[in-house]
């Protein structure tokens, strides 16, 4: 599952990528710049076992991130790529000059040894390696590029700056420990502490729309009323002793939040392929297009039309909401993971998202964790087995004789190490080079005493 408190890092280029795993929100949360302590009797110690499995994880995470990238062939060609991991040399670009990015592939060959932040991914970016804003290089892969990529939109994490703090992660004078959590809008970086609200766990949301982006999008607020995952405090305007009062209500604003959801917005008990199941209901339902009833205009987020059928209710989604549209807070919003598939997208709403710049809302393939799958699916086919790979290329004579020879030698190995469990012997090298040996020559004597006959 992806995890949405995701962290940005620096490092140096070449290894830097396969160094990424300082990913999900144990380790976000780990207090980097804290100094360290020595353990407590009483505090558990990590076993052995218990590193490999975290180790693990971490690739697994990293793979994910890597894995929808392309790490031998520069992008480029691509164009604006719908997203992708992304890199910022401040060895190349360092700040007070033109900020850059660059994909993975060029991380590796192009900016080898260099100090490189890894800005995790992006959407619709087209890799800048070698172009005008690099003094003195070209890219290694594509020495012929535009001067520059028009479309491309860069922030302050382009050197290695984040949040509306503007400091680097980790922080080395920031001793507080905290996590990082990724805007799904601006795609900038924030402190949970400086989101305007406690976040919620971070296994209860999927993405995070931050305080700026929902300041230009306040329609987004006439959906939180139903669909935002609520936060761990909420602060109330009693007063008490010239303080304010600030009450846990997470699962009071749980149980209000779930029991005034109308019908078509999924309740936090609904699984995703149920509202899934739902929308495919409504789609197939009986179609109005022909319908000769006259028709009224609604007004949408004081701009975007809407038609309505005359004596029905609206047919954009926003417009009912809007009707019970409560008070707006000047705080993030975190989204479950099916929030965007709600969105209405009706033709003044989609107008209304291309002028707010946010028509990838409606794109459920945007998501991070559509590209940490795709990612995840790429990594599983590479690591296919390479027996069963060997198999789907043979006709079905050979593919019995294969699995004839690889039982054989998978019962003589399995035999030829079991005297060393026995005896207590340590494995070498020596050890498997020889029982390859004696097989091949076994092999041999048997091709020898064969006879043939001709007929």
């Not at 940005?8 to 999900?24: D, I, K």
Request: proline share 5%.
């Amino acid at each position: 599952c992806s995890s949405p408190s995701r962290g940005p890092r620096s490092g140096w280029g070449g290894g830097a990528a396969l160094e990424f795993p300082a990913v999900g929100p144990s380790a976000m949360a780990a207090s980097e710049g804290s100094p360290k302590r020595k353990l407590q009797p009483e505090e558990s110690v990590l076993s052995l076992v218990d590193v490999l499995e975290e180790d693990e994880e971490l690739e697994k995470e990293a793979c994910a991130v890597l894995g929808g990238s392309d790490a031998e062939k520069c992008s480029y060609p691509e164009g604006y790529v719908k997203r992708q991991a992304l890199y910022a040399c401040n060895t190349c670009t360092p700040k007070g000059e033109e900020p850059a990015g660059i994909c993975l592939a060029c991380s590796y060959k192009c900016h080898e040894g260099h100090e490189l932040f890894e800005l995790y991914t992006k959407r619709n970016f087209r890799c800048d390696c070698g172009n005008s804003k690099f003094k003195n290089m070209t890219c290694k892969f594509f020495p012929e590029k535009e001067k520059v990529n028009a479309v491309n939109q860069y922030n302050d994490n382009f050197f290695g700056l984040y949040c509306t703090c503007k400091r680097p992660y980790p922080d080395p004078e920031d001793e507080m420990p905290d996590e990082m959590i990724q805007c799904v809008v601006c795609e900038d970086w924030f402190h949970g502490r400086h989101l305007g609200v406690v976040p919620p766990e971070s296994v209860d949301f999927q993405e995070m729309v931050c305080q700026a982006c929902v300041s230009r999008c306040p329609f987004l607020w006439a959906y939180a009323e139903q669909l935002a995952v609520p936060t761990v405090t909420r602060v109330t305007s009693e007063m008490d002793g010239g303080k304010m009062k600030v009450e846990v209500t997470d699962e009071c604003v749980k149980r209000e939040s779930t029991a005034a959801l109308p019908d078509d917005i999924p309740k936090e008990n609904e699984t995703q392929e149920q509202a899934k199941d739902k929308d495919k209901e409504r789609c197939n339902g009986p179609s109005t297009s022909m319908s000769t009833e006259p028709k009224s205009q609604v007004v949408v987020n004081g701009g975007g039309i809407c038609p309505e059928e005359k004596g029905a209710r609206s047919t954009c989604r926003l417009q009912k909401l809007l009707a019970d549209w409560g008070v707006r807070k000047d705080t993030a919003i975190f989204w479950p993971s099916s929030w965007r598939s709600q969105l209405c997208a009706c033709q003044a709403c989609r107008e209304m998202y291309s002028e707010l710049e946010v028509s990838f809302l409606l794109d459920e393939c945007d998501t991070v964790l559509a590209y940490e799958n795709k990612g995840k699916r790429q990594q599983e086919s590479e690591r296919r087995d390479p027996l069963m790979t060997a198999l789907s290329s043979m006709d079905r004579i050979q593919q019995l004789e294969l699995i004839c020879e690889y039982n054989d030698l998978k019962t003589e190995l399995k035999d030829y190490l079991k005297k060393f469990a026995e005896e207590g012997k340590v494995v070498t090298s020596e050890d498997i080079q020889q029982f390859f040996e004696e097989l091949r020559s076994r092999k041999r004597r048997r091709i020898d005493g064969m006879q043939y006959y001709c007929s």
